[in-house]
């Protein structure tokens, strides 16, 4: 269920996602900016962390950018070995979401693998399992949006002039910097200098660690730094996947309306595989109510004008958890 949460609460929470301080005593600059003293700052996040409504505060990265190849993938399970097929793709250290879904296709997961590593052998591994009928391989085409941050106000995101706008290409990570991210990717700890901690771990200094996170957030490689909450328990409690069939030529405009709606976290343009599957344009929508999340579908819909579209409600949520990067 949603936790209470204060005016100063929502304030220190919008502070989290957007704009997090990368700076060495973080905490005391949140505090500065809310009149709180640092303790105040840590104490909060403390409760945070364990009602579970703060996943964790880390970097976010582009995955394809730290050279990993990964894919959204499809199954359709035949639902008496449902739960035993969802627990062995569970197990893949690759795969950080996993979700049954009100479908024929009804085990859907991301999967990101390493340079070097063969991802088609890996989705063919996970389904030749018993019980697994058909798969779907919809590798990612184009990024419209990538910004999992949760308003703490109905229908409105944390900082809307700070949303990050559609992912584009750029270099991919240099081998010194596997450290940093490796570091910076890890739950900050709630002490006074917790990127000191983080950078003992991986034997460099704190300003290097620093320095390293304000370059690798100013060329995209590390998308943002800040709190992940749980969407549940910052109150947007119902969620569906939208998967839009739109004519080539009208992707790139249904995809930036889209994604221009606050209620939309992810946007993905996608390699279709029709007859069986032959949608292009994903959308992952949050809603407050089953009210609020129809509302947001039928405003798309008219917006995005498809020619047809397929509404996937969450089910069981098998799997979610941050990738973690060169481990």
């Known amino acids: 269920m949603p936790i209470s949460l204060s005016r100063e609460d929502r304030a220190l929470l919008t ?3 957007s704009r997090f301080p990368l700076a060495q005593v973080p905490f005391t600059d949140l505090g500065e900016r809310l009149g709180w003293r640092e303790s105040t700052v840590i104490s909060r996040l403390q409760v945070f962390e364990e009602s579970g409504l703060v996943r964790e505060i880390s970097g976010i990265f582009d ?8 894919t959204l993938v499809a199954l359709q399970v035949q639902p008496e070995q449902l739960q035993k097929v969802a627990r062995a793709v569970s197990q893949h250290r690759g795969v950080s979401h996993n979700y049954s879904r009100e479908h024929a296709f009804n085990l859907w997961f991301t999967l990101a693998v390493p340079p070097g590593t063969d991802l088609e052998r ?13 798969a779907l ?5 184009r990024t419209f949006k990538i910004d999992a941050r949760f308003g703490l106000e109905a229908n409105a995101l944390p900082d809307e002039e700070s949303a990050p706008g559609p992912a584009s290409g750029g270099e991919i990570l240099a081998a010194a910097d596997i450290p940093f991210v490796r570091a910076l990717q890890h739950n900050l700890p709630l002490v006074q200098r917790p990127f000191r901690e983080l950078a003992q771990r991986e034997g460099v200094s704190e300003n290097e660690l620093l320095e390293a996170a304000r370059r690798l957030l100013a060329n995209g490689i590390m998308r943002r730094y800040g709190a992940t909450l749980r969407h549940r328990e910052a109150g947007y409690t119902v969620n569906a996947l939208v998967a839009w069939r739109v004519p080539a030529e009208r992707i790139e405009a249904a995809g930036r309306a889209a994604a221009a709606h606050a209620a939309v976290s992810h946007c993905y343009e996608r390699v279709a595989r029709p007859p069986v599957w032959p949608y292009q344009l994903f959308t992952m929508i949050h809603g407050r109510s089953e009210e609020d999340l129809g509302q947001v579908i039928a405003q798309l819909g008219a917006t995005i004008l498809p020619e047809e579209a397929v509404v ?8 979610k958890a941050r990738l973690r990067y060169f481990e």
């Open 122 to 134: 890996e989705i063919e591994a996970l389904a030749t399992q018993p019980g697994v009928l058909q």
């Open 137 to 141: 391989n919809l590798p990612t085409v």
């Open 312 to 319: 996937l409600r969450s089910g069981q949520e098998f799997k």
């Open 63 to 70: 995955t394809r950018r730290l050279g990993y190849a990964s």
């Open 15 to 17: 502070l989290l996602q």
